[in-house]
């Protein structure tokens, strides 16, 4: 365990108590031992340290009598106030983003994944190296090649270039050959489903309770990461294809949802999203926000959706289906958990399905 300390500033947001938890909860899934905390109201950030001098002397005081290694900061920093500030508190400085990643590094288990995870550390290393030292200052030529050559600087940069290019291949074709098998599935007319929502929504849960499946679910944020796909029986000639996605999270950078562009690729393709949020959460509609912020990233905002009301054993909800004034399901109110409401998911579900696979027999029998 890395014993660490949180520092968040107040610059008058929305939810910052929230924010602030949210932070602690994703230090603890990096195996973080947090033995401190540190906020303070701003009205904008210092340029320098993000915090002010004040405020980094008080941390790095407080570090030093408490043996902190690691000073974890819920916003994204500078890699100028990174640097400034672990030269001010004397140990080693993280922001939200490095944070993320190094979850998303200790959770990605399939090939894509990894290859993702990699692609976005050195896309946020790359605006971070630094070198400064003497010993550095570049490489001798020889004859005809005299002076101070290529710095050690701009020789790392370079071969980051060159992996990142090299990454970027790999997963362009991993890209294409999702595009075949979606091809297939297009000319099969087959039913896809994906499950988004806010980590630790309990999509993975939801996921295993109607696929009846076994992937990895676990109360923590990011329990996720990799896309997996099940087919799954509805009734007498009705299936449909499910895919679980990895979980949104507020102030997700843009580097990221870049990254994890081809994972999110089946939201894009899906011809129905459930939307699953946390109905006991108290901020549970700011996350539905962030959620389809991120949905809009991705080019995937037009996916008829149905909210999932999960985790409704938490809270004072009964089992309900809701439909809008025209008769479409709206929401569906669940606990994945333990099994209520599944059923009725399950029915509506199949009354989508067949509707589907309706449209597609009608479309496939008139007159070209």
């Given at each position: 365990?890395?014993?660490?300390v949180l520092?968040?500033?107040?610059?008058?947001q929305?939810?910052?108590?929230?924010?602030?938890?949210?932070?602690?909860?994703?230090?603890?899934?990096?195996?973080?031992?947090?033995?401190?905390?540190?906020?303070?109201?701003?009205?904008?950030p210092?340029?320098?340290?993000?915090?002010?001098?004040?405020?980094?002397?008080?941390?790095a005081?407080?570090?030093?009598?408490?043996?902190?290694?690691?000073?974890?900061?819920?916003h994204?920093?500078?890699?100028?106030?990174?640097?400034?500030?672990?030269?001010?508190l004397?140990?080693r400085?993280?922001?939200r983003?490095?944070l993320?990643?190094?979850?998303?590094?200790?959770?990605?288990?399939?090939?894509?994944g990894?290859?993702?995870?990699?692609?976005?550390?050195?896309?946020?290393?790359?605006?971070?190296?630094?070198?400064?030292?003497?010993?550095?200052?570049?490489?001798?030529?020889?004859i005809?090649?005299?002076g101070p050559?290529?710095?050690?600087?701009e020789t790392?940069?370079?071969?980051?270039?060159?992996?990142?290019?090299?990454?970027?291949?790999?997963l362009?074709?991993?890209?294409k050959?999702?595009?075949?098998q979606r091809?297939?599935?297009?000319?099969?007319?087959?039913?896809?489903v994906?499950?988004?929502?806010?980590?630790?929504?309990?999509?993975?849960?939801?996921?295993?309770?109607?696929?009846?499946?076994?992937?990895?679910?676990?109360?923590?944020?990011?329990?996720?990461?990799?896309?997996?796909?099940?087919?799954?029986?509805?009734?007498?000639?009705?299936?449909?294809?499910?895919?679980?996605?990895v979980?949104?999270?507020r102030?997700?950078s843009?580097?990221?949802?870049?990254?994890f562009?081809?994972?999110?690729?089946?939201?894009?393709?899906?011809?129905?999203?459930?939307?699953?949020?946390?109905?006991?959460?108290?901020n549970r509609?700011?996350?539905?926000?962030?959620?389809?912020?991120?949905?809009?990233?991705?080019?995937?905002?037009?996916?008829?959706?149905?909210?999932?009301?999960?985790?409704?054993?938490?809270?004072e909800?009964?089992?309900?289906?809701?439909?809008?004034?025209?008769?479409?399901?709206?929401?569906?109110?669940?606990?994945?958990?333990?099994?209520?409401g599944?059923?009725?998911?399950r029915?509506?579900?199949?009354?989508?399905?067949?509707?589907?696979?309706?449209?597609?027999?009608?479309?496939?029998?008139?007159?070209?």
């Open positions: 365990m890395t014993r660490s520092v968040a500033l107040d610059l008058g929305f939810e910052f108590a929230e924010s602030l938890d949210e932070l602690a909860l994703l230090a603890k899934s990096a195996g973080a031992e947090i033995v401190g905390s540190f906020s303070s109201k701003r009205r904008s210092d340029p320098a340290t993000f915090i002010g001098s004040g405020k980094a002397a008080e941390i005081d407080f570090c030093a009598a408490s043996e902190v290694e690691l000073v974890i900061f819920n994204a920093l500078s890699p100028a106030q990174q640097r400034n500030l672990e030269g001010a004397k140990v400085v993280i922001d983003t490095g993320i990643l190094d979850i998303f590094a200790i959770r990605a288990q399939s090939f894509e990894k290859l993702q995870v990699e692609l976005a550390q050195l896309q946020y290393l790359a605006s971070r190296l630094v070198r400064s030292r003497s010993d550095l200052t570049g490489q001798q030529g020889g005809g090649m005299r050559g290529e710095t050690q600087l790392d940069r370079r071969l980051i270039g060159v992996k990142v290019k090299q990454l970027k291949a790999r362009e074709k991993l890209r050959q999702r595009q075949t091809r297939q599935r297009e000319r099969r007319g087959q039913f896809t994906a499950i988004v929502g806010y980590t630790n929504a309990g999509k993975s849960t939801l996921f295993n309770a109607v696929a009846s499946s076994k992937a990895y679910a676990a109360d923590q944020l990011f329990a996720t990461l990799d896309t997996t796909s099940r087919r799954v029986y509805l009734a007498e000639g009705v299936d449909m294809v499910l895919s679980d996605t979980g949104f999270i102030d997700l843009h580097s990221l949802i870049e990254a562009k081809a994972t999110l690729e089946s939201t894009v393709q899906a011809d129905l999203l459930l939307h699953v949020v946390d109905a006991s959460a108290p509609h700011s996350q539905i926000e962030e959620v389809n912020m991120v949905l809009q990233e991705v080019d995937a905002q037009e996916v008829p959706q149905i909210l999932i009301w999960n985790k409704i054993d938490a809270c909800r009964d089992v309900a289906v809701e439909r809008d004034q025209d008769g479409k399901i709206s929401s569906v109110s669940v606990s994945a958990r333990y099994g209520l599944l059923p009725e998911l029915q509506c579900l199949t009354e989508l399905a067949s509707e589907f696979y309706l449209r597609n027999k009608a479309k496939s029998v008139l007159p070209t």
